[in-house]
């Protein structure tokens, strides 16, 4: 029997609907391919636009944009079906609740109509470029440059550990327009991959997510029109990322929660079916115990999100609030799958079981979207 937990307070019958057909759609084109993915490092290009065609792709950005229409509520729907399909290839979550929100956000009317449509058809793949070889948490630091000329930028520089880097028709991208100012120095231009001087480095080795394509990219003179500019004047980029970073880290806090429950439905399945010394393991103190505790762990962390869900929707989740659901999230669910992979033995640290693979792929999600110690760092500042 799987966990048992109440449904979540924001559910509604639209996102039943919705929960099946991304789970149907995650089934069919996402679980399949898994194996295949990880060896090359990308997942196939026509998923972004078999994800368009059923509606999967921009769910909260308005209609009037090509999007759904919908609320954080129906990305966060998809995001979960994700997390317990067991795919960490597609990066679904950086195109949909990332980048089309900078866009939304901050582009021009004329770009909004020009670029959401296509990333809501999967015609164009989003990815965004912030961290650099150099740097990685300190925004303030980035080196890569854009230097006015005319109606144009040029931009150089190199970013690192960027999803989608390899299929990314667009990304936004954190620039120095002033590098003596700091923060304020900060901003960010949206370049189009096919503009000369763009080039893609290598799909990284990571230790998981080894279906995703994380690349590095550089920019060698690229040249790109002024109007790319996201915001009506230079330097509000750092201001601009702060104010989308809440909704980057409760999408993390998302799917380490829902990674987190299918986690514990697999150990529970496969306890009760395995034995040792003639009899389920399951059965053993020591294993009814730890999978009491990750049921309490599941539970205690499906109330804070479904909490801050909510807020999130009523627009009232802050830096501090995102900040405590990321920190406290991830660090549970690396506890829980790591207590999971022991009651696996051997099977578990086998990557042709999926609690193998999900125990390499969440070890990230205390680093990116800021460190669990920017976290606190982040928390302590209201205390």
């Known amino acids: ?195 000369p001087g763009f080039r893609r480095g290598r799909v990284l080795d990571k230790v998981g997510l080894k279906g995703q394509d994380t690349a590095e990219l550089f920019f060698d003179d690229v040249r790109v029109p002024a109007a790319n500019l996201l915001g009506d004047a230079e330097g509000q980029g750092f201001f601009q990322l702060m104010l989308q970073l809440p909704q980057e880290r409760l999408i993390i806090a998302v799917t380490a929660v829902a990674g987190l429950e299918a986690a514990v439905d697999l150990t529970l399945e496969y306890t009760k079916e395995r034995t040792a010394f003639g009899r389920p393991i399951f059965s053993f103190q020591n294993t009814k115990f730890t999978l009491a505790e990750a049921a309490t762990e599941a539970a205690v962390a499906r109330a804070f999100l479904d909490q801050c869900i909510e807020r999130h929707l009523r627009g009232e989740l802050d830096v501090q609030g995102a900040a405590m659901a990321k920190l406290w999230t991830t660090e549970r669910v690396n506890k829980v799958i790591d207590d999971c992979v022991q009651l696996f033995g051997g099977y578990g640290y086998m990557t042709e079981y999926p609690i193998a693979r999900a125990w390499a792929d969440v070890r990230i999600s205390r680093i990116f979207g800021g460190t669990s110690e920017i976290m606190k760092e982040i928390i302590s500042r209201s205390l």
Request: charged content about 25%; glycine content about 10%; proline content about 4%.
């Open 1 to 195: 029997m799987p966990l048992q937990l109440p449904k979540s307070s924001w559910s509604t019958t639209e996102l039943d609907d919705l929960r099946e057909l991304a789970r149907s759609f995650l089934q069919k084109e996402a679980v399949p391919h898994q194996e295949r993915w990880a060896a090359e490092k990308k997942v196939d290009r026509e998923l972004w636009t078999k994800a368009g065609d059923v509606g999967l792709l921009c769910l909260s950005i308005p209609e009037e944009y090509g999007g759904g229409g919908g609320t954080f509520a129906h990305e966060a729907v998809l995001y979960e079906e994700q997390a317990r399909a067991g795919d960490s290839a597609w990066g679904v979550t950086v195109h949909n609740g990332i980048v089309a929100h900078y866009l939304l956000a901050y582009a021009s009317e004329e770009k909004k109509r020009e670029w959401l449509p296509k990333l809501a058809s999967g015609e164009m793949v989003g990815a965004i470029a912030m961290t650099e070889p150099g740097t990685g948490s300190d925004l303030q630091g980035i080196k890569t440059r854009a230097v006015r000329d005319g109606d144009h930028y040029v931009i150089n520089g190199a970013k690192t550990f960027i999803t989608n880097g390899l299929h990314a028709d667009l990304v936004v991208v954190a620039v120095k327009t002033d590098p003596d100012a700091g923060a304020q120095g900060v901003s960010l231009i949206v370049v189009e991959t096919d503009t």
